[in-house]
């Protein structure tokens, strides 16, 4: 097994985890490597409405996953009212079920899912995991370890929960709105692409970061915050800050996400970027899902030969070769270079790598 795929990286990582949404990445990673599951999700209640809303997912669609019926919310339900783990070897015949046409008609067979539950005794929240296709996928094992992820979630939370109010405590009061000058701001910005652009990274990364800053003191409510801090981490990345870099895209993701579906044209480079800081690391399982939920969001947004979609299909179907499945990474490459060759021509670098890569396929 190699590091990537074992569970036991992914569990580590998450011990040491800074922020919440590394918490719930590093946690689905986990799941994914040890549970091979169809599809999957780590859950967490909103602090402000206690609603429970996806943090991660595999396979489910986190704006629509409590609303669209994929999930049997009966199951979701018994187990936050009883604070137990569930596991349902074939959930279409399992007696516990009171749904049983909601579950047949998501066609859900084998479950495992656990509470997340602070030390106070409160539910904060849940893994779960599934397959629609073969019974008996989980069973009192698969069960037990995730009752454990659950308990080392819970514990990191608190952890990042205690250092963040210390931190908080400790730290100047942020600016103010007001007090935040919208041209100077945007001047500021540009001077740090500029800056970018002439190959001092260093002092364009500075610059952004005081930029970013500044923008938090238009709050949760407004992208702008999202946005600089898509496009900070993105010169990390350029940059090889790496860790940073993820850091400061899962921040973007996460702020851009809350905002809702009329931001999805601003969410979808920053998980495109994070996707490709990932596939440069080999890490094939979190590249892979994230370039699919960046390329279902572009098809909503954009034209299908859009220039930005090439790098995206010809990695895509870098990883699916890698997987075995050469026929559906013929066909991303030849997207990639219909793409590319529409616009930069035939003898663009990009064309002639996607038709290096389909003659391998041969």
Wanted: charge should be neutral; include cysteine; proline fraction near 4%.
């Amino acid at each position: 097994m190699s590091s990537e795929a074992n569970p036991e990286v992914f569990l580590e990582k998450l011990q040491q985890a800074e922020t919440r949404r590394e918490v719930f990445e590093y946690a689905l990673d986990a799941m994914l490597a040890h549970l091979s599951p169809e599809r999957a999700l780590v859950a967490c209640r909103d602090k402000d409405t206690e609603e429970l809303t996806a943090q991660a997912t595999h396979g489910l669609d986190p704006q629509t996953v409590f609303l669209a019926g994929e999930i049997s919310t009966e199951m979701i339900k018994t187990v936050m009212r009883d604070k137990q783990p569930m596991l349902l070897v074939d959930a279409t015949r399992d007696p516990k079920m009171n749904d049983r046409t909601s579950v047949i008609l998501s066609g859900l067979r084998s479950i495992v899912c656990s509470p997340i539950l602070h030390a106070s005794g409160l539910v904060q929240g849940l893994v779960y995991a599934d397959n629609r296709i073969r019974a008996g996928a989980f069973g009192p094992p698969h069960e037990e370890w995730c009752t454990s992820l659950a308990s080392l979630i819970a514990q990191r939370l608190s952890q990042i929960e205690r250092a963040q109010a210390a931190e908080k405590a400790s730290r100047p009061q942020p600016v103010a709105l007001g007090q935040v000058d919208e041209s100077a701001w945007a001047a500021q910005r540009q001077k740090a692409f500029a800056l970018f652009r002439e190959g001092k990274h260093s002092e364009a990364i500075a610059e952004l970061k005081q930029v970013a800053a500044q923008a938090m003191a238009w709050g949760a409510k407004d992208p702008r915050p999202g946005r600089i801090l898509g496009e900070l981490a993105e010169m990390q990345r350029q940059g090889q800050a790496h860790a940073e870099a993820e850091r400061n895209f899962l921040q973007a993701i996460d702020h851009l996400e809350k905002l809702g579906t009329a931001y999805r044209n601003e969410l979808a480079p920053v998980i495109t970027n994070l996707a490709t800081l990932y596939f440069a690391q080999g890490n094939s399982i979190r590249s892979e899902g994230l370039y699919r939920r960046a390329l279902e969001i572009w098809q909503t947004q954009i034209t299908a030969d859009d220039k930005r979609l090439a790098p995206l299909f010809f990695n895509l179907a870098t990883l699916r070769r890698s997987a075995g499945a050469h026929e559906e990474a013929k066909k991303l490459f030849e997207r990639a270079l219909l793409i590319a060759e529409k616009n930069w021509g035939s003898d663009h670098a990009n064309s002639i790598r996607c038709r290096a890569a389909l003659a391998e396929m041969v």
